[in-house]
């Protein structure tokens, strides 16, 4: 069996379990307890499960609503975190944005912005800031649809974010925690996002403060590679502690 069908299995049986150990898992899969301790630890990497002594157990994780219902969610708290956002960017700046609805909504306050070039493989985006009489150089970036959120998604999406360079990485987070980072719900939205910090010197993160202390199912990066948190209002406690640490700004 393949790694990546292995450790699918693994992640059935933790969700079903609740918990497993490493020595049941060799037995299971007919496998070393290294080559178990190396699939848990994979899967970790990504935030998709919580390594424990001997073993790993599933998160209680953050999953979200569809698109529609989540545009009409928190819209106060979206036009403070897009007014904040159109601070940071300047004129001219080149951005990689990512499919959401706090990115969407923070696509109208770039109003404010001129002559732009924004990298997207959201629909929605690209309509908006092509509507805006600011002159700004849109890039759609190509492959599989999702008609959910009006986005395109997968391996020939990534491979286009590789051919350009970014100022900001503008991305949106389903859950951010002081030990794991931030997360998505969604495993080829995290690639994506992923892939976009890689291309930009700077990677910002438009989290709602709802967002604080969760965890979703697939890691985006740890603290340390964002380096501007912007919300509506300011994180507290370890969070708060955590991305100090990590010299993250937050606005």
């Not at 969610?73 to 975190?81: F, M, Q, R, S, V």
């Not at 009006?150 to 859950?175: C, K, M, N, P, Y």
């Not at 709802?210 to 964002?226: E, M, N, S």
């Amino acid at each position: 069996m393949k790694p990546k069908d292995r450790q699918a299995r693994i992640l059935e049986i933790v969700a079903r379990q609740g918990e497993v150990s490493v020595e049941a898992l060799a037995a299971m899969f007919g496998m070393s307890l290294e080559t178990a301790r190396r699939d848990l630890q994979a899967l970790a990497s990504v935030g998709a499960l919580q390594k424990i002594r001997g073993g790993a157990r599933r998160f209680k994780l953050l999953t979200e609503g569809s698109h529609r219902e989540r545009l009409v969610e928190d819209a106060g708290a979206k036009a403070e975190i897009g007014r904040k956002l159109a601070e940071i960017v300047e004129d001219g700046d080149t951005l990689f944005m990512d499919t959401g609805t706090t990115t969407l909504a923070c696509a109208d306050a770039l109003a404010i912005r001129g002559g732009l070039t924004v990298i997207t493989n959201s629909l929605g985006i690209a309509q908006r800031l092509g509507e805006q009489p600011a002159g700004h150089r849109l890039y759609l970036l190509g492959g599989a649809y999702g008609a959910d959120n009006s986005q395109t998604l997968g391996a020939s999406v990534i491979e286009q974010i590789e051919r350009f360079q970014a100022d900001h990485a503008i991305l949106t987070v389903s859950a951010l925690d002081a030990e794991a980072g931030a997360m998505d719900a969604d495993f080829d939205e995290a690639q994506i996002a992923r892939s976009m910090i890689e291309q930009a010197r700077n990677a910002v993160v438009l989290a709602h403060s709802k967002k604080f202390g969760h965890r979703a199912a697939f890691r985006v990066c740890r603290l340390a590679k964002i380096d501007v948190l912007v919300s509506e209002m300011p994180p507290g406690g370890q969070l708060a502690d955590a991305l100090k640490a990590a010299g993250v700004r937050v606005h």
